[in-house]
């Protein structure tokens, strides 16, 4: 059984940087042709799809966050990581980490994914 689980602060600061970390169990993030994204939901707001990193370390990213994004892995702890930098109130939200073959890049659609987190809140506040 493969499980996705996020794991990070819940509360930063403004202008911080938000670092969450998504570790893969039952399965690999080396497995060939999958990638391995992040997607938010602001509360009230919809998903929100913010990058991938793929099989070959590739990343791809939201052009609208990328200033500010980026994405990484550590393949011998099968993880992989987000850093959203300048964080404001903004970014507050849930932020979920999914797994999917190529037509999952750059899209919201829980069934383009075989494998979604359960999401963790994380908060910008003062």
């Known amino acids: 059984q493969v499980q996705l689980q996020e794991s990070g602060p819940g509360l930063v600061r403004p202008s911080q940087t938000l670092s969450l970390t998504c570790t893969v169990s039952?399965?690999?993030?080396?497995?060939?042709?999958?990638?391995w994204s992040w997607i938010r939901q602001p509360p009230g707001k919809g998903l929100e799809w913010m990058g991938a990193?793929?099989?070959?370390?590739?990343?791809n990213l939201n052009p609208s966050l990328k200033s500010r994004t980026s994405i990484s892995r550590e393949t011998s702890k099968n993880q992989f990581t987000l850093q959203l930098r300048s964080v404001t109130p903004e970014d507050t939200a849930v932020y979920y980490c999914a797994g999917g073959a190529r037509r999952s890049l750059y899209s919201v659609a829980r069934n383009e994914y075989e494998y979604w987190g359960q999401g963790t809140q994380v908060t910008v506040s003062s």
């Open positions: 990193i793929n099989y070959s370390g590739i990343t």
């Open positions: 039952g399965s690999s993030i080396l497995m060939n042709a999958y990638y």
